[in-house]
C-alpha cells in the first residue's frame, strides 16, 4: 500500500515538473536538471502515468466493492497487472533503443524571419547518441556552390570539407554544419560577410544545430573556402570571442581586424599559384597576425592554384589540430 501510495502522489508530480503536462514540451537539447534523452522521457512519464492510473483503477475498486484495500484485488487480478506493467515496461525499452539519434549527413531547413526556408547539411558523427558533448565546424563554401537554378550546379557538401568528411565518415569527431549562400546579388567576396544576409544565415543555422545537438560551446570552428575563406576572416572578426580555432583558404581578410582576432588559433592554407585569388590575400593578414602578436601557422602549397582546399582538407593533423583547440 505504501509503495503504491508513492506512485501515486510522488513520481507523477515530479516527472511533471520535467514534462508538463499541458503546455509544449521543452527541447531536450536545452533542457536543464534532466539526464533522459526526450524520447525516454516520454516513454517513462507515459509509464508513471500508466502505473499512477492503474493503480487509482485498483483504490476505486477497493472501494467500490468496500473490501480492504489492495490486497482484497486478489492474486489473479494483481498478476494481470504486474504482467501488464512488464509488457509496457519492455515496449519502452524497444522504443528507446529505436530511437538513436541519425548520423551520417543530413539534410535540414531553416525557417528564416520572413517564413521561408533555408537548406542546408549538417554531419553527425558515427557515434553520436546525445550523451556528450562533441566539437563542431561551421563550413563557408566558395563561389560556384552558391544557389543556382542552373543545371550540373555543386553543392556545398560536394566541394571543400564534404568529400574529406566522407573518406572519414566512420571516425570523423566533428558535427559539421554546410550552410548555402543565397544572396547572388551581393558581391563574391563579401557574400559571406558578417553583415551580410548569407553571414547572418550562417551564424543563425550553426546556434541552431548547437540547440538541437548536443556541441560543446567551447569547441566551436570555423572555416571556409574561395569565398567562404573570405568570410571565414570576416565572421572570425564580427565574433573573435566565440571561435576555438578558424581555418581560411585561399581568401583574404582586412590587415586592420588583426588585433581582435590575434588570439584565435589559426591555420591558414593558399596556393602559390592562385591567379583567382592572388596568395598575397593570405600573407597580409599572416603577416597582420604577426605584427599583432598572434602565432598562425601557415601552409602555402608551391605550384598549387585556387583550388588548394582539396589538400588543406585532406591534412590528417589539421583535424587533430582542430582538436587540441579550445576556447579558455
Known amino acids: ?19 508538463p503536462v499541458t503546455g509544449d514540451l521543452p527541447s531536450y537539447a536545452s533542457d536543464e536538471g534532466c539526464d533522459l534523452p526526450k524520447p525516454r522521457l516520454l516513454c517513462f512519464y507515459g509509464l ?16 467500490l466493492s468496500a473490501r480492504p484495500p489492495l490486497i482484497s484485488v486478489g492474486v489473479p487480478v494483481m498478476v494481470r497487472i504486474c504482467l501488464s506493467l512488464a509488457g509496457i515496461l519492455v515496449l519502452v525499452l524497444a522504443v528507446s533503443a529505436q530511437e538513436k539519434p541519425k548520423t551520417g549527413f543530413l539534410e535540414k531547413n531553416f525557417k528564416n524571419e520572413d517564413g521561408s526556408s533555408s537548406s542546408y547539411v549538417v554531419f553527425i558523427p558515427k557515434d553520436y547518441d546525445g550523451t556528450k558533448q562533441y566539437p563542431i565546424i561551421l563550413f563557408l563554401h566558395g563561389a560556384g556552390e552558391t ?10 557538401v560536394e566541394v571543400g570539407i564534404g568529400p574529406a568528411i566522407k573518406k572519414r565518415e566512420n571516425d570523423f569527431p566533428f558535427i559539421v554544419v554546410i550552410p548555402q549562400a543565397e544572396s547572388i546579388q551581393t558581391k563574391v567576396g563579401g557574400r559571406w560577410g558578417a553583415d551580410a544576409p548569407d553571414g547572418k544565415r550562417a551564424i543563425a543555422i550553426l546556434d541552431a544545430v548547437m540547440k538541437e545537438y548536443q556541441v560543446d560551446p567551447k569547441r566551436q570552428y570555423l572555416t571556409g573556402l574561395s ?31 588583426a588585433e581582435k582576432i590575434k588570439a584565435i588559433p ?11 585569388v592572388p596568395p598575397r590575400f593570405s600573407r597580409e593578414m599572416i603577416e597582420a597576425l604577426k605584427k599583432a602578436g598572434g602565432t598562425p ?17 585532406a591534412t590528417d593533423e589539421l583535424y587533430k589540430w582542430l582538436l587540441e583547440q579550445r576556447q579558455k
Open 1 to 19: 500500500m505504501l509503495v503504491g501510495q508513492l506512485v501515486l502522489d510522488t513520481v507523477p508530480r515530479r516527472i511533471g515538473d520535467l514534462v
Open 48 to 63: 508513471c502515468c500508466f502505473l499512477s492510473g492503474i493503480w487509482r483503477q485498483a483504490l476505486d475498486y477497493d472501494r
Open 147 to 156: 544557389k543556382s537554378t542552373k543545371k550540373g550546379a555543386k553543392m556545398p
Open 227 to 257: 569565398m567562404g575563406g573570405f568570410g571565414t576572416w570576416s565572421l572570425a572578426a564580427k565574433y573573435p570571442d566565440r571561435w576555438a580555432a578558424i581555418v581560411p583558404i585561399c581568401g583574404g581578410g582586412d590587415p586592420q581586424t
Open 266 to 276: 589559426c591555420w591558414c592554407f593558399h596556393g602559390d599559384a592562385d591567379t583567382v
Open 297 to 313: 601557422k601557415y601552409t602555402e602549397y608551391p605550384k598549387v592554384g585556387h583550388n588548394s582546399w582539396d589538400m588543406a582538407y
